[in-house]
């Protein structure tokens, strides 16, 4: 099975300054590149990482690499900014499909910086690929994945035919630490780097924020108690009636 799979590297603080803030993989990124490595020891294969960046993000590639993952491709977005979710999926997506052969896509259900989970869904889109979202756990079958999630009411099982797009959640697994061997072979690894003209893509934004505004504050609750539950329920009563409810 070959997989690709997409990560980012994110502020490690997420309400710091992305300009300055320290970086690091995503986590739940951490936790797709792990079910990727596990799939391809069960059933060979190989896994390739795909992450969108300057060259600091080669760092996340190395981590990748030093705990399973066999290749990286890091696309440079010297030239991008302020880019959307749908021209970041488009990047990724013509990114995809320079690779041979990609039975499944594998990403983070949400990503740790910004808590959406938009961009999976939409490369899936722009390639085609059946998907499943917020998968807690994977199993190989002949020619498709079963994917188990969590639903309202339960659990729910869905048979994903390959190719496909499959996001992971946090519980799905608990990523492997690196051996120091491992790291250092990381350290001496090469990656393919692809330019935003590699992509044929023009990195246009497709949405516009027109204005960002925090939510109404809201007035705390009152706890009303009383000795006895006669007691209580009078008071509450009384409040409704002096709040106009009643």
């Not at 079910?35 to 990748?64: D, H, M, N, R, Y």
């Not at 608990?174 to 790291?183: L, W």
Request: glycine share 8%; hydrophobic share 45%.
């Amino acid at each position: 099975m070959n997989i690709a799979v997409l990560v980012k590297q994110v502020p490690e603080d997420p309400a710091a300054d992305p300009a300055t803030a320290a970086r690091i993989t995503d986590p739940v990124g951490r936790n797709a590149v792990e079910a990727a490595v596990q799939l391809t020891e069960a059933a060979g294969g190989t896994v390739t990482v795909i992450t969108l960046g300057p060259a600091a993000a080669t760092s996340t590639l190395k981590e990748c690499i030093s705990v399973g993952a066999h290749a990286g491709i890091r696309v440079d977005d010297e030239g991008l900014s302020a880019a959307d979710g749908l021209t970041i999926a488009r990047l990724l997506a013509a990114a995809v499909r320079r690779m041979d052969g990609v039975d499944l896509v594998l990403a983070g259900a949400r990503s740790y910086d910004g808590g959406t989970p938009v961009v999976p869904a939409m490369v899936a889109e722009l390639l085609g690929l059946p998907a499943v979202t917020a998968v807690t756990a994977l199993d190989a079958e002949d020619g498709a994945l079963l994917c188990t999630r969590v639903v309202d009411d339960g659990q729910e099982r869905v048979r994903l035919p390959l190719p496909g797009l499959v996001t992971v959640d946090e519980h799905v697994n608990t990523p492997r630490y690196p051996s120091v061997k491992s790291k250092l072979a990381a350290n001496k690894a090469r990656f393919d780097v692809i330019g935003l003209a590699d992509l044929g893509v023009t990195p246009a934004p497709h949405t516009v924020v027109v204005d960002v505004t925090e939510p109404p504050v809201r007035e705390p609750g009152t706890v009303i108690a009383g000795d006895t539950a006669q007691d209580t329920a009078e008071k509450l009563v009384a409040a409704l009636v002096g709040a106009g409810v009643l």
